[in-house]
């Protein structure tokens, strides 16, 4: 498949703890990856989110490196976690998702090889505008990391 850079990306805003880029034109499937590699256990990782006039972002889906030290996922308002104690800080791993919200379903792949996939019917049509990265998530317990070779596309519809 074709795959092609797309949309409007705003200008990068840091926020705390995160690096967002808002996207204009929101398309039903988007992909996302990166290189990351943990230097301190706190809810590190990457994701989508819906901006908000309060204080919290809506986030329908994202994958962090949590303070349980393995990955795990948030999709709509559960979090779920795939077989993967094998993951340490201090190493670099890839992260990639694929996010499709027409037949509301999620992939996850690390390192090249699937690991989860799942569905979220709850999620509604304009569920995210923002894609984040982020570096201890604004919590008190928060981590680091580094992050590196960050891709988001879509495939032409």
């Avoid at 994701?47 to 962090?64: A, D, M, N, R």
């Avoid at 976690?81 to 890839?94: E, F, H, T, V």
């Amino acid at each position: 498949k074709s795959l092609y850079a797309w949309g409007f990306f705003g200008p990068p805003q840091s926020v705390v703890n995160y690096m967002k880029v808002p996207i204009k034109n929101t398309p039903n499937v988007i992909f996302a990856e990166c290189d990351i590699k943990i230097n301190q256990i706190g809810f590190c990782g990457m994701g989508l989110l819906k901006s908000t006039t309060g204080s919290f972002e809506q986030i329908p889906f994202c994958i962090e490196f949590g303070n349980h030290a393995h990955f795990y996922y948030d999709l709509g308002s559960q979090e779920k976690r795939w077989d993967n104690d094998g993951y340490a800080p201090m190493q670099w791993y890839r992260l990639t998702f694929k996010f499709d919200k027409l037949n509301k379903c999620v992939f996850i792949w690390v390192n090249g090889l699937l690991v989860a996939e799942d569905s979220a019917p709850e999620l509604s049509d304009n569920c995210y505008d923002t894609f984040y990265l982020s570096a201890g998530g604004g919590h008190s317990e928060g981590g680091s990391a580094y992050f590196d070779n960050v891709r988001i596309w879509t495939v032409k519809e």
